[in-house]
Every structure is written in structure tokens, then in C-alpha cells.
């Protein structure tokens, strides 16, 4: 099998904001404007709470349960109330200024006769750089204000922020570590914990505040006819609601993340450890938000809950779910298979989070009759209940996980071949087994570690995975699915010939582990 070539440019569609003639650099225009359509979604869904809220009927039943929903107005919810309205007015100032730009330089190059080309290339450089960062002023005119809530919780509580924060970093990190092969930049896994922990979850406790104040209205009022038979609807949908609403939110930052840098996506695999990523940030929110809330003689409770048995449970494998489906959309061609994936996506970790929430409401009640002794309840009764109610979805995620290793793996190996094969000494023969073992690589890097410290390794690490991009380019390449945000393959190949040149961690005989050892 011959080395796939680099794909050319599409005619007339440059496909990257950076200079022209340098592909895989820049984020491409179509996904910047893909984020700002999700952006926008979000704003739609909340404006459609503000108008649910105007509308509801006021709750008049003297039923205790009405006290539960409407709890004081927080000071972050006004906040946000104001903060939403001022960015989507500065979104609409940018995006018309984006317009009237295009629409001048459209009729100036009419007028004069000119192509595309014409002007000098700093000119356009410069031309590009200022569309760039208006569309960027308009995405973050769209989603910062979400941010309030979550910032005021964890300002507000720096105590139980730091508590929170080591049980989710080093799950952060099992998480990257879990791919295996080529793994994603660390800065593009921490982007997703950061649009989990403040877009995400800020976009999540401002629409069930909403929910809070608007659905009692409806189920809970005197003009309906048996207004106290609203109440099992009223604890059926508002988890229905919460559901819809925060995995929404939290899928939301998976395919901006995903269209912006989706050079670095490979599929289902990547697409699961970014969702992963984006519910840790949303649960260590969550976390903190109920810690506030709750009585400090059960913030034990809480923390076990949320922060070790829930932490790789909940959210996160809702999330994961859908992250497989917008990872697994990177490689379809078709449009409508792509919206299948990703709504199948989406529709399981909904279904997840609804069904967690009615059943774990349901067990809460029996697990004093289950459990006589508190702590036995605590230490035993908490887990099984979480493996009840979520370990179907923890099984699917790890079965989808799995097999999206192996089609890496078996896709890996057919370009490293390839790309030995071409004779061009990026890959060799002896170097693919290496690289398609998890296992060898590993006790590579500790016997690299032992002999040139932190500096090698990092070195080793920078090459192996240069090595993996490159392939894993490669394969995109071959793909139905390729589009043209693939880097140039002898940009890719130079890089790891770069790399390939330092004395540092050339395989040698004395570094490379003996096959018997690690077979």
C-alpha cells in the first residue's frame, strides 16, 4: 500500500485564518462559524426559559413542596439575567460590523474589477486577522456571561474549590492517559474541563434556576383543576429538563472544541476523553455548587458522592457518550449520517442523566431501610446505587472506548507501514511495533527517564507522538471523511525527521526493551 499523498486545497475556500499557502495552521473559518451556531443555540435555549418564565401561571398551592422551587434569587442569577441580553447586543454589533466589512469589500472589488488576489498579501493577512478576532469577540460575547454562576460558587467557596481539585486533576490525567496511541495536546483536554467547569456548568445552573422558578407554575397552580396532581409530573420532568438542559450545555463544548481543533481529533476515542473532560469540569462545579449549599456536617457525604464514587461515573460517561458520537462524526462523509451519530450521542447521555436522577431520587428513600448503620450506607450503599443506576452507561462508554482503540490501533499500523514502506526514514520497520504497543512505549519512557530525566523523556514523547500525528494524518487522508483541515503530510514528516535528528532518544539497543520482556 503506497503512502497517501497530501489532499490539495478546495479551489476558492481558503480553509484556515492564517496566511495563505500554509495549511494546517490557523483554526478553520468553517468551524469558527459552526461554534458561533452553537453559541447561538445556547442563547436560543435560554431565551426560550426567560419566555417560560414570563408565561407561567403564578404557583398559588399551599402544598410544602412549592418551597422547594422557589427559593430566593440568587445575586449570580440577576447577574447573569443582565449579563446575557449585554452580549448578545455586543454580538449583534460585531456580527454587523463583520457584514457591512464584507459587503464593502465585495462592492469595492466590483467596482474596480479586481479578483480575490488583489492587494497586497499583508494587507489580507491583516484583513484576516481582524475578522478573526471579531468572530472571536462574538463567540465569547455569547458564552462568557454563563460563566458567572460557576465563578461566583467557586470564588465564593475557595475551601471546598481546593478540596475538590486534586481528585479531579489526576482524573483528568487517567483520562489522557487512556488513549493509548496518538494522544491529544494536554491544553486542549484542560480547555474542555475549563468549558465544563464555567460555560458548561454555568449554562446548566442557569437553566435549572429557570426550571426552579417557571415549572411549579404550571403543574402547581390553583386554575387547574386538581392542582395537587401535578406534583408526580412536576418530579418527573423537572429531572427530564435538568437532563436536557446540562447535557446540552456539556455537548456543546465538545463540538465547539471539536470543530476548532479538529486536526487534532481522530474519532471516537478523542471525542470520548474531551467529553470525559468536559463533565470532570462540570461535576467539580456541581460539586462545589451543592457544598455551599449543604450543611458542613455533610460535606463528607457529598465529596464521597460526587467527587469519588461519582467522579468517572456520572457525568463524566454521560458526557463521554456524547463525545463519542461528535468524535465518530469526524470520519463520516455523509451529512446525515454524521447528525445520526452525534444525535445517538446526545440521546444516550440524556437518557442516562434522566434516568440516574429519577432512580437515585427513588433508592436515596430506601437506603436507610437497606442499610440500618449509617456508614455502612455511606461506604456500601452509595456505590451500589451509583452501579445501579449509571453502571449500564459506564459499560457502554468502556465497549465503545474499547473498540474505538482497536479501529485506532489497526489504523495506525496500516499508515505507519505505509509511510515505512516510502522510504523517507520518519517511520522504519523496527519502530511501528514499538509505537503500536501501549506496553513497550511505557517502559521506554521510564528507561528514558532513568537515563536522561524529565528533558529526554519530554523529547521522547514530543517524537512519539509526532510519529503517531503523522500517521494518524495519514489514515484521515485516506478516509471518506477527510476534509481539508489535514496538515500537509511533508510538514508532519519534517517535523518528526527534526525530532528523529536529536541524539536524545534514538533508539538504541541498551534503551529499547526486549521483546521477550514485554511480550
Known amino acids: 500500500m503506497a503512502a497517501p499523498e497530501a489532499v490539495p486545497d478546495l479551489p476558492g475556500e481558503p480553509d484556515l485564518h492564517g496566511e495563505p499557502g500554509e495549511p494546517g495552521r490557523g483554526l478553520p473559518r468553517s468551524g469558527l462559524t459552526t461554534a458561533i451556531g452553537v453559541a447561538l443555540l445556547l442563547s436560543v435555549l435560554y431565551a426560550a426559559g426567560q419566555l417560560l418564565f414570563w408565561s407561567a401561571p403564578e404557583p398559588t398551592s399551599r402544598s410544602s413542596l412549592v418551597k422547594h422551587f422557589l427559593l430566593p434569587e440568587p445575586t449570580p442569577f440577576r447577574v447573569t439575567r443582565v449579563l446575557v441580553p449585554v452580549g448578545w447586543g455586543v454580538a449583534a454589533l460585531l456580527g454587523l460590523g463583520l457584514f457591512l466589512a464584507r459587503h464593502q469589500r465585495a462592492r469595492t472589488t466590483g467596482r474596480e474589477g479586481v479578483g480575490p488576489e488583489a492587494g497586497s498579501g499583508e494587507a489580507r493577512a491583516r484583513t484576516g486577522r481582524a475578522t478573526t478576532a471579531c468572530r472571536f469577540g462574538v463567540l465569547g460575547a455569547l ?39 496518538r494522544r491529544m495536546p494536554g491544553w486542549l483536554t484542560v480547555a474542555g474541563l475549563g468549558w465544563g467547569a464555567l460555560i458548561g456548568g454555568g449554562f446548566g445552573l442557569v437553566m435549572v434556576t429557570w426550571m426552579q422558578r417557571t415549572v411549579p407554575g404550571y403543574f402547581l397552580s390553583d386554575s387547574w383543576q386538581h392542582p395537587l396532581d401535578g406534583v408526580e409530573e412536576l418530579y418527573t420532568l423537572f429531572p427530564l429538563g435538568a437532563a436536557v438542559v446540562t447535557e446540552f ?37 456541581e460539586t462545589v455548587h451543592h457544598l455551599g449549599l449543604v450543611r458542613p456536617d455533610h460535606h463528607a457525604t457529598q465529596f464521597w458522592d460526587r467527587q469519588v464514587v461519582g467522579l468517572l461515573t456520572v457525568h463524566v460517561a454521560f458526557t463521554a457518550l456524547a463525545g463519542t458520537g461528535i468524535g465518530a462524526a469526524r470520519r463520516l462523509p455523509g451529512r446525515r449520517d454524521r447528525l445520526l451519530v452525534v444525535g445517538g450521542g446526545l440521546l444516550a447521555a440524556v437518557g442516562g442523566h434522566f434516568e440516574t436522577d429519577v432512580a437515585l431520587m427513588r433508592l436515596d428513600g430506601l ?36 473498540r474505538g482503540l482497536t479501529e485506532q490501533g489497526h489504523g495506525l499500523g496500516r499508515a505507519l507501514r505505509a509511510e515505512a ?20 512505549r511505557l517502559l521506554l519512557e521510564l528507561r528514558v527517564w532513568r537515563r536522561d530525566g524529565t528533558a529526554g523523556l519530554r523529547h521522547l514523547l514530543r517524537f512519539q507522538q509526532a510519529q503517531l500525528d503523522l500517521a494518524a494524518q495519514q489514515w484521515h487522508r485516506a478516509s471518506p471523511g477527510a476534509d481539508f483541515s489535514i496538515p500537509a503530510a511533508d510538514e508532519l514528516r519534517s517535523r518528526v525527521l527534526e525530532l528523529k535528528g536529536s541524539p536524545v532518544i534514538l533508539p538504541t539497543a541498551s534503551v529499547l526493551p526486549d521483546r521477550e520482556v514485554t511480550s
Open 143 to 181: 458564552l462568557l456571561p454563563f460563566a458567572v454562576m460557576p465563578l461566583a460558587d467557586m470564588g465564593g467557596e475557595p475551601g471546598q474549590l481546593l478540596l475538590c481539585l486534586p481528585t479531579t486533576l489526576g482524573a483528568l490525567l487517567l483520562l489522557h492517559r487512556v488513549q493509548l496511541y
Open 421 to 440: 514502506a516510502s522510504g523517507r526514514g520518519a517511520v522504519t520497520e523496527p519502530e511501528i511495533a514499538l509505537l503500536l504497543s501501549p506496553r513497550r
Open 367 to 402: 437506603r436507610s431501610e437497606w442499610y440500618p448503620d449509617e456508614t455502612v450506607g455511606l461506604l456500601v450503599g452509595i456505590p451500589v446505587m451509583t452501579a445501579v443506576t449509571s453502571g449500564v452507561f459506564v459499560a457502554l462508554c468502556v465497549l465503545v472506548l474499547r
Open 249 to 285: 450545555g456539556k455537548a456543546a463544548g465538545v463540538a465547539v472544541l471539536c470543530v476548532l481543533f479538529r486536526r487534532h481529533i481522530d474519532g471516537v476515542v478523542s471525542g470520548a476523553v474531551l467529553g470525559g473532560a468536559v463533565g470532570l469540569g462540570f461535576n467539580l462545579v
